[in-house]
């Protein structure tokens, strides 16, 4: 679903300045001038910040209108899901989780130089970094995707539908396994494989599921989820190219 909010997103941006232009060119027709607002649609690119939050706006609909319908079937299976006021004692999971996660990602490097003798860049991450650094639009979906998008959409699905819907007849732990595998397949899927990007998604679900697990409430790991990718977004926008 993310992928289709993506593309919707992209079609949005290139869709924006075509119809602006048709619409400058037939007023300044109409007008028999070029007037100053008829210029300024002239000019609108993809990387205008009109065409920017026109598509953000867009993605933002579709993700809503998402979020409403996944909303709705967690609630069947798991009634108390709600976003509720921030509770201390459950809020620290936030915070323990980052950490849990960070040491999830030191593991990973260390038995990857073990095995490979190097590090490698998992190819989300290349594709990220990418889009990151190829012009303001790309970048402001690249945000908006890794920051909002994928903390609410990922978290309702692996968390709220997997682990309400499937494998609550088997242990908790085996439960939480289930989430992170499929967390960490959909994070590799399409791409050429790399056994240590499997390993880190994997475990970074699990960190996730956890959380979800000790709370009871979909709106920790999201945060959890959200700080993830919000601090690993500033070190992609830090680097030069």
């Known amino acids: 679903m993310d992928a289709i909010i993506q593309n919707v997103g992209i079609l949005t941006a290139q869709g924006v300045p075509y ?21 300024y649609f002239s000019h609108i690119r993809p990387d205008s910040w009109l065409t920017i939050v026109l598509m953000l706006l867009v993605m ?4 809503y209108g998402t979020m409403r319908v996944m909303w ?51 190819a989300n991450q290349q594709q990220l970094e990418q889009m990151a650094h ?19 959409l990922e978290e309702a ?8 819907y499937f494998g609550q007849q088997t242990r ?10 499929l967390f960490g397949c959909f994070h590799v899927f399409l791409q050429t494989f790399q056994w240590t990007a499997l ?11 956890y959380v979800y697990h ?3 409430q979909l709106q920790y790991s999201m945060l959890l989820h959200c700080l993830n990718n919000s601090i690993a977004m500033l070190v992609i926008l830090s680097q030069t190219k």
């Open 19 to 39: 119809l602006l232009h048709k619409f400058a060119g037939w007023m300044a027709f109409k007008v028999g001038s070029s007037t100053p607002f008829v210029m």
């Open 60 to 63: 933002s609909g579709l993700l």
């Open 72 to 122: 709705r079937g967690i609630k069947l299976q798991a009634p108390d899901t709600g976003w509720y006021h921030l509770e201390a004692t459950r809020s620290w999971w936030i915070l323990k989780g980052y950490g849990l996660n960070l040491l999830g990602g030191m593991l990973v490097v260390i038995l990857e130089r073990l095995v490979q003798h190097h590090q490698t860049t998992a």
């Open 134 to 152: 190829s012009g303001l639009m790309l970048q402001s979906m690249t945000i908006f995707m890794a920051v909002i998008l994928a903390p609410l």
């Open 157 to 164: 699905i692996f968390r709220g539908v997997v682990m309400n």
């Open 172 to 181: 908790w732990h085996l439960n939480l396994w289930l989430s992170a595998l």
């Open 199 to 209: 390993l880190q998604y994997t475990l970074t679900g699990l960190v996730f599921a």
């Open 214 to 216: 000790r709370t009871r």
